[in-house]
């Protein structure tokens, strides 16, 4: 178990620009979430993949965000024309396909870090 | 919808006193429960979890019991450790649905600071 993976850890980019994040998650887990940490605050969810099928997305989720799963493995994240308020840390986690009614634990990963100029 | 609510920090003690940091929440349904930590440069992990009324959880001395009567989720320890320095998360998830898997609604965190 290596965990989850993410890069970059940090990335400074400036306003307009786009960035992508990409999350490695535990190998045997076909559960994949997005979540952003803002300081001071706890984590919101994003979105969430099974396997490559994007079943769920928050409204936070604008349409400059977009994620992807293509192979059902690794994910991506990108923000298009990013603006300082999306600056944050963005966090991935993975978990277990749950059997029947009872609860997976997610891994998080340690981050990626965004500040926005 | 669901939302979790825990005392605001930063909470600062002494080494072997007791701990105490509130949560409780709202929800549909009955919700699993947890708490997750996070320490300086490290990502979220697992603490303890309780997944029914009256389940106590448990880990690392530390305790939390699941209140339905009362929403409530209280983390304790009764000695901490200068190393118990992180950010503590309480957090809730519904059932497991196919649409949203296992995903998790937190609380705004609460740092504790302990001094030797």
């Known amino acids: 178990d290596t965990g989850v993976s993410q890069n970059p850890r940090h990335k400074i980019t400036k306003r307009g620009q786009n960035v992508t994040f990409r999350c490695d998650p535990i190998?045997?887990?076909?559960?994949l979430y997005w979540y952003r940490q803002t300081l001071g605050q706890g984590p919101e969810f994003l979105t969430y993949?099974?396997?490559?099928?994007?079943?769920?997305k928050s409204r936070l989720l604008s349409d400059r965000f977009s994620a992807e799963r293509p192979k059902g493995s690794f994910s991506t994240l990108e923000i298009q024309r990013t603006e300082q308020g999306d600056s944050a840390m963005y966090l991935c986690a993975s978990s277990p396909n749950g059997q029947g009614k009872s609860y997976s634990p997610l891994h998080f990963g340690n981050g990626t870090r965004l500040t926005v100029t | 919808g669901d939302s979790v609510t825990q005392m605001e920090g930063p909470v600062t003690l002494s080494e072997e006193a007791f701990l105490t940091i509130n949560c409780t929440y709202t929800a549909t349904g009955y919700p699993s429960l947890f708490w997750y930590v996070q320490y300086p440069g490290e990502g979220l992990q697992l603490l303890l979890k309780a997944t029914k009324a009256d389940d106590k959880g448990s880990n690392k001395g530390f305790e939390a019991t699941y209140r339905k009567e009362t929403t409530s989720f209280h983390l304790e320890k009764g000695s901490v450790q200068v190393s118990d320095s992180a950010v503590y998360f309480c957090a809730l998830s519904g059932p497991p649905k196919k649409s949203s898997g296992d995903k998790l609604t937190f609380g705004t965190g609460t740092r504790l600071a302990v001094r030797p």
């Open positions: 190998s045997e887990h076909n559960r």
């Open positions: 993949f099974q396997n490559e099928a994007q079943l769920e």
